[in-house]
């Protein structure tokens, strides 16, 4: 199973992404009905995103529906897209954190648009490959997954942006969601409430 959030924090450590920006807020505005998409889930489409994207997204589901810390979270996406997309197209990622204890951490970068994948089917009911990706036209599954590591990252109020382009520059899509991570009931103790920069000593978790 992919543990995307662990795969992002060691990149900065072990130079796998691409560039690595300054740390800076990510400001979603005001994110209530922002870009909403079928599927009820807590992912949104970003004020950037137009009908133009490469990818157009017909539905987004989340399960479980709010992510717990040290449990798995799935983001699953429907959609078509309207060309190829070339293997070296990127996203762009910023994730913001401001702990339980009020600390502010920031990561900010970019990896391959491959990277990091779950899964991508085409077309959707489909079982193989299990990633076909680098995409074509047409329809496509998508699913990331993300495991929030209660040794790695801190319980508190989270903001994460996915930005993808193609080398031209031309929008992919662009997502983002805001949400309450916390421990679960029977865990949500003392160490639950701790700063963002007493799990690992990576920059991003030290607050400005």
């Known amino acids: 199973m992919l543990l995307l959030i662990i795969y992002l924090l060691f990149a900065v450590v072990f130079g796998r992404v691409i560039e690595e920006g ?11 009905g922002l870009g909403d998409m079928p599927g009820g889930s807590i992912v949104r489409l970003c004020p950037e995103s137009r009908d133009t994207d490469v990818l157009a997204i ?14 798995e979270e799935d983001v699953f996406i429907w959609g078509n897209l309207t060309r190829d997309v070339s293997s070296y197209s990127t996203v762009d990622y910023q994730i913001n954190v401001t ?9 900010n970068g970019t990896f391959h648009i ?26 496509v599954f998508i699913n990331y997954a993300f495991w929030f590591a209660d040794w790695l990252v801190a319980p ?11 080398p031209e520059g031309d929008r992919i ?8 991570l916390q421990c679960p009931p029977e865990r949500d103790g003392p160490e639950c409430l701790r700063s963002a920069s007493d799990t690992l000593g990576i920059r991003w978790m030290l607050p400005n």
Request: net charge negative; glycine share 6%; charged share 25%.
């Open 22 to 32: 300054q740390q800076h807020r990510l400001d979603l505005g005001n994110p209530s």
């Open 58 to 71: 017909e539905r987004i589901i989340n399960r479980p529906q709010l992510p717990i810390l040290n449990e």
């Open 99 to 107: 702990a339980n204890t009020g600390d502010f951490g920031a990561l």
């Open 114 to 139: 491959c990277d990091f994948l779950e899964k991508m089917h085409q077309p959707p009911d489909s079982d193989e490959p299990e990633k076909a990706c680098p995409p074509s036209e047409g329809s």
């Open 156 to 166: 508190g109020q989270w903001s994460v942006q996915f930005d993808a382009k193609t």
């Open 173 to 180: 899509y662009c997502l983002q969601t805001e949400f309450d």
